[in-house]
């Protein structure tokens, strides 16, 4: 998802697609412990998406 994106986004949003993406990493690592990864630079993708999204939530609770 594209930064444009995630700052249209609510601070409850934020916090589900937080939740969703540590789900994916963790289901990506599992599938890489079973070397049944298809795409393995997704991983470094999803663990950019979740700094995005805790920078973005920071962001807004400070505020």
């Given at each position: 998802?594209?930064?444009?994106?995630?700052?249209?986004?609510t601070l409850?949003?934020?916090?589900?697609?937080?939740?969703?993406?540590?789900?994916?990493?963790?289901?990506?690592?599992?599938?890489?412990?079973?070397?049944?990864?298809?795409?393995?630079?997704?991983?470094?993708?999803?663990?950019?998406?979740?700094?995005?999204?805790?920078?973005?939530?920071?962001?807004?609770?400070?505020?």
């Amino acid at each position: 998802m594209k930064l444009r994106e995630l700052k249209e986004l609510t601070l409850e949003e934020l916090y589900d697609k937080r939740k969703d993406l540590y789900r994916e990493l963790l289901n990506l690592r599992h599938q890489s412990a079973l070397r049944k990864l298809d795409n393995p630079a997704r991983i470094r993708q999803v663990r950019r998406g979740i700094a995005r999204v805790l920078t973005l939530i920071r962001n807004m609770e400070t505020v």
